[in-house]
């Protein structure tokens, strides 16, 4: 089954720095990488997704980047700011298992 | 607010005992999906019904079961209760249970096994 691997574990950046969260997965026919953020507190919520046919995608400061043939894909968030800081989690579509597999997560926190 | 209710939202048992936990998906969604999130854990998959059917199962223990109903509410079943079992509970929805779109999550049930 699919496996997916997220680095780093917690992530501090400098408010208005880029920040980059990096995922790894397992099964080459995963075909659908969604990343979802959690605030302390608060139900996860998709904020961005990319589709295997797709190598990037932007909204605004967030952009998420794959790459098939290595098996990764990257959040970035450009000009953050402390309303960034949450727990980000990734996520890659088992199509065999038809189920969505998370990372464990990263804790992004924004120092002002 | 996502439109997906979720009860209680805090539980408090003992050990060896068993708690249901409902789950009310957005209106129009007819898949729901179970998530158990331990403290700093991720989220680990239990179970998703599409239209009152399983259509896909996780890590789910034998202990637990789920159903959905015919108004398409699930309810998450979690009997003879253990220490471990301590957790947050999410149920998430989405419109046609492909996996491959958005999920609108609940505001979890907070379990603790005492």
């Known amino acids: 089954g699919e496996n997916v691997e997220q680095h780093p574990s917690t992530l501090s950046v400098q408010e208005g720095d880029s920040a980059v969260i990096k995922c790894t997965y397992s099964?080459?026919?995963?075909?659908?990488f969604p990343w979802y953020k959690q605030e302390l507190g608060k139900r996860p919520q998709l904020i961005i997704d990319i589709r295997s046919n797709v190598g990037e995608k932007k909204d605004q400061r967030i952009a998420v980047t794959l790459n098939k043939t290595a098996k990764h894909f990257s959040l970035h968030i450009t000009e953050t700011q402390p309303e960034d800081s949450a727990v980000y989690f990734c996520a890659a579509y088992d199509q065999g298992a038809q189920k969505l597999v998370f990372g464990q997560g990263t804790r992004l926190t924004i120092n002002p | 607010d996502s439109g997906v209710t979720q009860t209680p939202k805090h539980l408090i048992t003992a050990t060896g005992q068993r708690v249901t936990l409902r789950c009310s998906p957005r209106s129009g969604d007819l898949s729901v999906y179970w998530y158990q999130q331990s403290l700093d854990q991720g989220l680990q998959f239990l179970i998703q019904y599409y239209n009152g059917e399983e259509r896909a199962k996780g890590n789910i223990l034998e202990r637990f079961s789920a159903q959905q109903f015919p108004d398409l509410h699930s309810e998450l079943n979690l009997s003879s209760l253990e220490l471990g079992d301590s957790a947050l509970y999410f149920c998430?929805?989405?419109?046609?249970?492909?996996?491959?779109?958005?999920?609108?999550f609940g505001s979890g049930t907070q379990l603790s096994v005492l």
């Open positions: 998430a929805s989405s419109p046609t249970g492909t996996g491959t779109e958005k999920l609108f």
């Open positions: 099964d080459s026919a995963s075909n659908y």
